[in-house]
């Protein structure tokens, strides 16, 4: 461990509010874990329903301020959280990979390279949030002139929920518009992840934020549950599983705050025969088992062409039998522990039950090792439409794949489920890629790649996968409103 992470975890780890670390309300705290071996990292305060309302008072009290401020301050102190958190990647790569199991390698290079590159991108649109001007006709008013224009404003204080598979990255997906359009926050991290939203406040303060435009309170889903149902909370944008998202919209509901939701998925990867064989067996493997498979977008529907198919999944089984397996801090490892001992019981429980239903591991299909929360890469055959493993959420490395002949509908087939968030194809068919992307029922889908993420491009679900987009110019829209302005001149 480097003296920088380990001076991090002795020290005290407070709440943020109103540019103050402070103690919980309750004074407890709580303990976060190492899922590599199930050994407590250290300890955090238990942000609770009284720090929220704090942290949302003194958010309330820097909105004017903030939401005044000239858009090119706004714009260089986004640029430097962006300077900051590149200049000390290896640093948050590692408390990412110590709290979330992952490898301090991808995370330095993907969670913490692309959360720095995604504030310098909201930085820049800081200076261009623009309304339009408006030729109006005013039939009921002949003869009169107007003059007519719309203002984008910010919605106000946004609570910010998001999830332990990508701590930082999807803190950094929500911070970046939000503050870029001049709204302060409530940044609330998971239970099992809050350290890398902790060393972000102080990359905030680092950059001379002013008081309580960030506030960040740790705590469990009580405290997201304070926040969405918060009267004087006027957006909720929460990434996480689709059942707490329908909790949020309940919640939501008091005060009609506007709510954007990053939901779970199922997502679909269609491999057709025609395809490169090794470009889409590798990608093939990635978009299953990044993360471990605790991705959103994971494609852990595998739908390969028939007369491919045996070929295919055992190229897939092959390759994922060879993943190497270990604690994110080794620097070998591709794959990592899952989160938590709940995550561990939940995967498990999926591959007990998808053998149970009559499905064939061609790999995997237990636990590896004997401490931590290790599963192996897990590739399941001979399955049913109906079988849980296909129709659930998972969130761990396990993919179920399926044959499809060229007479099936295979987008059809593809869009059979509750979700969709993601897709991927894999042809050398130009007229037969663009024509199934058009038909699928999924917010991002990949050609001959899978993870084919940008932060110019927009990512969000259909169905029960979410409301809204994130990225991109779209996520000007979640962070602002509309005001329509009408003079008679
Ligand atoms: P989760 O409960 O949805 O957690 C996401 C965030 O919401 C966390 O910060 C959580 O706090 C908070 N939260 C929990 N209950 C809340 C409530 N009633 N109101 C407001 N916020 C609340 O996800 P999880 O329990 O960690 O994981 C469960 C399953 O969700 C996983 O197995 C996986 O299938 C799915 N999941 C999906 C994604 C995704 O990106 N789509 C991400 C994570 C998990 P706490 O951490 O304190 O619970
Ligand atoms: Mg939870």
Redo the contacts with the bound molecule.
């Keep these: 461990m480097s003296t920088p992470v380990r001076e991090f975890l002795r020290g005290p780890k407070k709440l943020l509010i109103d540019g103050n670390w402070v103690d919980a309300a309750s004074g407890r705290t709580f303990s976060t874990y190492d899922p590599a071996t199930g050994d407590q990292l250290t300890e955090v305060a238990h942000g609770e329903r009284a720090d929220v309302d704090r942290a949302v008072r003194a958010a309330r009290n820097a909105f004017e301020g903030w939401a005044s401020l000239k858009p090119n301050e706004r714009e260089r102190l986004l640029w430097r959280v962006g300077d900051i958190l590149s200049e000390r990647a290896a640093e948050f790569g590692e408390l990412e990979a110590l709290d979330n199991g992952k490898s301090a390698a991808i995370a330095t290079a993907v969670d913490v390279g692309w959360s720095a590159d995604i504030f310098r991108y909201y930085a820049g649109w800081a200076t261009k949030i623009e309304g339009s001007t408006v030729n109006v006709s005013m039939p009921f008013a002949p003869g009169a002139e107007f003059h007519a224009y719309t203002l984008r404003e910010p919605v106000g204080v946004c609570g910010l929920?998001?999830?332990?598979?990508?701590p930082l990255l999807?803190a950094a997906f929500k911070l970046g518009p939000a503050l870029a359009t001049g709204n302060t926050v409530i940044l609330?991290?998971?239970?099992?992840t809050p350290l890398t939203a902790l060393l972000l406040g102080e990359v905030f303060q680092e950059a001379g934020f002013p008081p309580g435009v960030v506030n960040i309170i740790t705590?469990?889903?009580?405290?997201?549950?304070a926040?969405?149902g918060h009267d004087e909370v006027d957006k909720v944008a929460?990434?996480?599983?689709?059942?707490?998202?329908k909790?949020?919209v309940d919640?939501a509901k008091g005060n009609l705050k506007k709510v954007s939701l990053?939901?779970?998925?199922k997502s679909a990867n269609i491999v057709f025969a025609d395809a490169d064989f090794d470009a889409a067996v590798e990608g093939s493997l990635n978009a299953w088992l990044f993360n471990h498979g605790?991705?959103?977008v994971a494609g852990t529907r595998l739908f390969v062409e028939d007369s491919i198919f045996e070929k295919f999944t055992e190229a897939v089984a092959h390759a994922a039998s060879q993943v190497k397996i270990g604690p994110g801090l080794d620097p070998a490892t591709q794959l990592g522990p899952l989160?938590s001992q709940?995550?561990f019981d939940?995967v498990s429980g999926y591959l007990r039950e998808g053998i149970a239903e009559g499905a064939r591991a061609l790999t995997g299909g237990k636990r590896w090792g004997d401490s931590g929360y290790f599963v192996e890469p897990t590739v399941f055959v001979d399955v049913e439409p109906e079988f849980s493993i296909v129709r659930e959420?998972?969130?761990g490395p396990v993919v179920a794949a399926m044959p499809f002949s060229a007479s099936d509908d295979i987008a059809a087939l593809a869009n059979d489920s509750i979700y969709g968030?993601a897709a991927g194809i894999w042809t050398r068919d130009l007229s037969k890629a663009h024509r199934t992307a058009r038909r699928l029922h999924a917010g991002s889908v990949w050609i001959n790649q899978y993870n084919g993420f940008d932060t110019a491009m927009p990512f969000g679900g259909y169905k029960q996968?979410g409301w809204g987009r994130e990225l991109g110019a779209t996520a000007i829209d979640l962070y602002t409103q509309t005001k329509a302005v009408n003079v008679a001149l």
């Design positions: 929920i998001v999830p332990w598979n990508f999807m609330k991290p998971a239970e099992q705590g469990f889903g009580e405290a997201g549950a926040l969405s929460f990434t996480g599983s689709t059942e707490v998202g909790k949020i919640a990053e939901l779970g998925g605790q991705c959103c989160i709940e995550q939940k959420e998972i969130f968030l996968s």
